[in-house]
């Protein structure tokens, strides 16, 4: 595992035992871990709670050469960077895993870092699966794993692993493979279209369409790269017509803009749908800082009660 990321590091011109700040969870307050993170050169970050902007600075004066971590936490950390005008000197890049990012977000904390934003795509049983290569493709890199996209649906055989068979094991993300004449990195086969994890991502629109989630990353990704703004957000489907919208931050144009911008994207998206109207509203509660992954779509209701629920969109 760690000759993978240090082959995929070194693509970069990082170099695993360089000064890494993991933007994380709390760090394990174990013997086993501090000695870990020792032998790593590693420290860990948590800018998430009321202390956040002096999590930063201290992130900052470290002086790390990369930044690793949660997408959702590097944004958190981007936001108060630019904020207040903090600097990262000597910093080569800022590499994101285990959440989706959109490209304006990726923008934002390049330019709040000053550094390249580099894409990872991995799990907690094979670590690394595949990596962002210097022309922006997100390749297969690990050459002891078998990756399959069936009905879109990620399957992985671990050809070395002898303690414990993982024969097309099926992770749960949605994604595409598709050929690409890049070799910079690992084989030409790259990831195509990440959308994330299968359960819980297929909203609803009425009583006969249903659609993947990800039109909201694509969504909100458009309205940020056109308005120059970004923030997090969490999208909740209360009921087959209505929407919840929970934001980090509210938007420099305000939430009416929002919405009203929301509702003609969708106008344009799903067309007329026989008069019926899609329906957005803000939450006055602030999105909630977690320590789990940042999703971006929850369904707060059962389409099982539901009868019609099956046309994809």
């Known amino acids: 595992m760690l000759a993978v990321r240090s082959y995929c590091y070194r693509h970069h011109g990082i170099r695993l035992g360089q000064r890494e700040a993991r933007v994380w969870g709390r760090a394990e307050d174990t013997t ?115 990756v399959e996209a069936e009905n879109e649906t990620v399957l ?3 050809v070395a692993r002898e303690s414990q068979n993982l024969v097309r094991y099926q992770l749960g993300d949605v994604l595409e493979i598709g050929d690409s004449r890049c070799d910079r990195l690992g084989n030409n086969k790259v990831v195509h279209d990440l959308k994330g994890r299968t359960s819980n991502q297929f909203a609803y629109f009425g009583l006969k369409y249903k659609f993947h989630a990800v039109v909201f990353g694509r969504m909100f990704d458009r ?53 019926e109207k899609v329906k957005i509203s803000l939450s006055s509660e602030a999105l909630k800082r977690s320590r789990d992954k940042h999703t971006y779509f929850s369904l707060d209701f059962d389409p099982v009660n539901y009868s019609g629920l099956c046309n994809e969109v």
């Open 32 to 146: 086993a871990a501090r000695v870990r993170d020792f032998l790593l050169n590693r420290k860990i970050f948590y800018p998430a709670e009321s202390d956040v902007e002096n999590t930063v600075l201290k992130l900052a004066n470290w002086r790390p050469e990369y930044i690793y971590g949660y997408t959702s936490l590097i944004l958190e950390a981007a936001q108060v960077a630019k904020s207040k005008k903090i600097r990262f000197d000597g910093l080569k890049a800022v590499v994101c895993t285990a959440e989706a990012i959109l490209p304006a977000q990726k923008r934002y904390i390049s330019e709040a870092f000053r550094a390249p934003v580099l894409e990872e795509y991995g799990s907690t049983e094979f670590d690394v699966i595949a990596f962002e290569c210097r022309n922006g493709h997100l390749h297969l890199v690990n050459p002891w794993l078998w």
């Open 156 to 158: 992985i055989t671990d």
């Open 223 to 275: 309205y940020m790269a056109e308005f120059e703004d970004c923030f997090k957000f969490h999208v909740t489907q209360i009921d087959p017509y209505s929407f919840v919208i929970f934001l980090s931050v509210m938007p420099k144009k305000g939430g009416l803009h929002l919405t009203s911008w929301i509702e003609s994207y969708c106008l344009d998206y799903f067309g007329d749908m026989n008069g």
